[in-house]
């Protein structure tokens, strides 16, 4: 027989909020120092796959592989790539890509969805947030291919992007609009964008105008789209990405590279400045190599793990203040002050892992840490798999190499010695629990 | 079937492909004309050019022998002929499959019995038709390896001297030299004569899902071989060491896939897919290893030369160019022609990665096929600029001269040259005391950091200035800027062994 609950008087409903409120203020806060709890964190941090070659030995394609290497890791965000360049199954630009599909001519973002390994990832009931690094597809005469941004902005690529976002975003109302999850449509590293365009057509004036139209077309339609569908609990945001905070696109050479502007000249570019206070988005995603790798003055990677996280909270400060105003109200009902996102952050085992003044595991701890006290709302990974070898190009981003084995990375005796162990204590542990194991 | 970049098999084969389809032949320093011919004549007749390539190498090595047979048959005994065709059939360099690698040669040394018999004949009766039958086979012999006589050639000639001249001999000579004679050819055949394994592995079948449509480098390749620049190309990548090098080519020549028995060198650099015999399949992250991109304009017109095998930067720059991801449509057409097609923006223009041979016209289909010029870019490949914007369709037609036919020249390109280029390296100027970056005051000591600056041997130009040199290593130069320079931006230039480094750029404060 169950006890009759006892109705609480007018009285002791002040006393008890009285004595709860602060306690669960004080929870609430000690957990955002230490970066958050363990499940909040889950809700935040996750992986990216990115375009390259299927892995060595799998039959799988690689975003089913990586969606489900990426959620076995813990983590409920996952980033990929959804465009015409790539499928998951044939290689970048394969004359093959998507003819095993059977797809309708002419493939659009909204098909491409539509197929179940990419479908399957937001059906995925372990994943909250999906990014989706999204590139209207164009047949320009070789096959499905990006939005080509080569080009000057004008009303054919703006009417592409606008038709293929919108239906997008309705497709992505109507197949999960009582799922509770969020989606957020973001480009690839804005700045490297514009150093290419600026590069082929000479004119960084030409780069900057097409990245400001084509962001402002993004957005504009899916606002369109999110206020068609005011009772869903599907979230749908439009993030802008960036990489450079501190650095800019300068000339060199008749052409551009990225480096540190020179105080006396004026010449210099970069999205932060140039494009982020004159369109409008609901969060900012941060490319975060230039912070997390290396002082931006002197491009020199050995120094201490724990500077990685001052120099990433010292970019993310200065982002939120130059992009502030361009917030959406979207934007700032749901993040609030902390609408910049980590959009990748990685370290490659190549470079990183015997450096004098240490090793990988220390400096994601402290990058992550950072991240997420600061109260980024999402931290994506660079990436479930590693990428190709490339010649001299830094490499071993992966937590798992291109054979699928989880690398085994340098740690003290007893702590978490791989990129997907250490999320298993993270998870679990929180940031404290992670320190503690590996004496940091 | 893919083969190494050694495999003169390989190339005949293609070269019969390439007459079959240009009307052209190759040139003939890459490969002698016959044998292309042959195979071609019999890929008319419908006979696959592989299958082709084996027939005639087997009627060769065969009709060879028969002709021993017949030459030895007029003075000797018909054992003894017999004797004479088989020692001829087990000579080291008929011996398949070595003879069948070099099927030129082969086809060649068949008509050297066949050239003495016709010769025997007309000696014997000097009818018309013994004497064509002689001018023939000597045309036969020629055309089937008209370059310079090579060891492998001598060594042949020896083995059909020493077969006719012992068995016409026979009787005089003991049987036991004869035997002993016989022992140590069949012996050096069997067990010195490296065979060349003209078909290194079936690689290409492992990777039948990547490799549609994509070059592998390292096969034989008579494109390559036809190109000077992608030949010396081919050459860095083959040898020892000079893997940055070696990668800034195959970015430049934007092959899918490489193929090499170098593990020591590549297998840090990049993912082995599948090893077979030794050999690796490498798999080279190139944006875009489609035969047609679409290239900057812009970019064009400032890309510099490629100085030299090693010119870092100029390979770089060209990479950067050519290397684009943005792709258009490339149809092989029936004939001597294919066509390419996209829809082009302001700047947009084909980069083709055919090489750049005398003979083709560009044809802008949609534009009443107004004919546009071809260019060859520093690697020999075309490049065509309709010179519009939109849907654009061109059509590239070979229709070289008789001449060039039937005496085909290789693009107007030179090998490069080997040597190694200074490079100053990005941002790499600074003060000397505290490394500060520019501006610099006149006067101000300076660092300059880069590559392949030699000792002794190197000034730097500010300007037209040169610099006050105080120290040189081989990445480092410390210099003192002229104190007379005036304000403003200034080109600065390493000069090491003779080599110029590319300028620049730094700014002098008032």
Known sequence: ?440 | MITGPDSAAQISIQAAEYVRRYGALVPFDISPPLLPLLIAALALAGIPETTGYFVIALTAYLGGCAAVYALVLRYQSPPVAAFAALLYALAPTRMPPASFEHGSLLLSWSFAPLLLFAVDSARRNARPGNVAAAIAAAAGMWAANPSGVSTRELVALAELVLVVFVCLLQGAIPRQVVLAGFAAVAGWTLFLEPSPEPVRSRLASLAPRDAVGREIFGAASLAVEMNPVRASARDVVAGPGRLEESMLWLRATAAGFLLSGDHEKFSRALDCIEEQAGWCLYVLPNPNPAPVVLVSRRQWKSLPPIRGLYDVESLNQYAAWAGRPEAAAFEEGAGAAFEVAADLGPLDMFLIRRNCQPGWRALVVNDNSREVPIECDPLGFMVVDPGREGETQVRLEFEPSWRQRFFPESPNLKPLTDGQFPRIAAAGIVEAAGFQRPPFQPGASLSIFGHNFVPGDTRVLFGETPGEVSWIGPQQINVRLPPDVAPGELNVVVESAGRESFAETIEIGK
């Not at chain 1, 309705?170 to 957020?184: N, P, Q």
């Not at chain 1, 008749?254 to 540190?260: D, H, L, P």
């Not at chain 1, 900012?284 to 190599?289: D, F, K, M, P």
């Not at chain 1, 010649?391 to 992966?398: D, H, I, M, N, T």
Request: hydrophobic share 40%; aromatic share 12%.
């Open chain 1, 1 to 440: 027989m169950t006890k009759p609950v006892t109705p609480l008087t007018r009285e002791s409903r002040w006393l008890t909020a009285f004595f709860l409120l602060p306690l669960v203020c004080i929870f609430a806060c000690a957990a955002r120092a230490a970066g958050g709890t363990p499940e909040d964190l889950r809700g935040r941090i996750g992986f990216y796959q990115w375009r390259g070659p299927a892995q060595i030995g799998q039959s799988e394609d690689l975003l089913t592989l990586a969606r489900q290497r990426a959620v076995e890791a813990g983590g409920r965000v996952f980033r990929f790539y959804l465009g015409g360049r790539f499928d998951y199954v044939y290689p970048v630009l394969s004359p093959r890509r998507f003819a095993d599909d059977g797809m309708d001519e002419p493939i659009t973002l909204e098909r491409i969805m539509s197929l179940p390994r990419y479908k399957a990832v937001l059906a995925d009931p372990k994943i909250e947030a999906i990014v989706l690094t999204a590139y209207p597809v164009h047949d320009y005469g070789g096959g499905p291919d990006d939005l080509n941004l080569l080009r000057p902005w004008g009303p054919e690529l703006e009417r592409l992007e606008r038709e293929q976002i919108t239906a997008l975003g309705h497709w992505l109302f109507r197949e999960f609009g009582d799922s509770g999850k969020t989606v957020i449509i973001t480009n690839h590293e804005a700045d490297e964008k514009i150093m290419d365009i600026a590069n082929y057509t000479g004119s960084p004036k030409a780069a900057i105008d097409t990245f400001r139209g084509w962001m402002q077309t993004r957005f504009e339609a899916v606002e369109t789209v999110r206020k068609a569908y005011p009772n869903s609990t599907l979230r749908l945001f439009h993030a802008l990405e960036i990489a450079l905070v501190n650095l800019r696109v300068v000339p060199y050479r008749g052409g551009f590279r990225k480096a540190v502007p020179q105080p006396s000249r004026q010449e210099g570019w970069n999205a932060l400045y140039d494009v982020v206070p004159h369109v409008p988005f609901d969060l900012i995603s941060y490319s975060a190599y230039e912070s997390a790798n290396s002082p931006y003055q002197t491009q020199d990677t050995d120094h201490t793990p724990a500077e990685t996280g001052v120099r990433l909270e010292r970019d993310l400060n200065r982002i939120r203040e130059i992009a502030r105003p361009s917030l959406s109200a979207e934007g700032r009902k749901r993040f609030g002050e902390r609408f910049v996102m980590i959009g990748e952050l990685g370290f490659a085992r190549d470079r990183f892992e015997h450096l004098p003044s240490g090793p990988i595991l220390p400096r994601l701890y402290a990058a992550l840490r950072a991240a997420a006290e600061w109260g980024s709302p999402y931290i994506v990974l660079w990436q479930v798999f590693d990428h190709p070898l490339d010649g001299g190009e830094a490499w071993g981003f992966g937590m798992y190499d291109r054979a699928g084995n989880a690398p085994p990375l340098k740690a003290p005796e007893g702590g978490c010695n791989s990129i997907r162990k250490c999320l298993e204590v993270l998870f679990s542990k929180g940031f404290d629990g992670w320190a503690a194991e590996s004496e940091y």
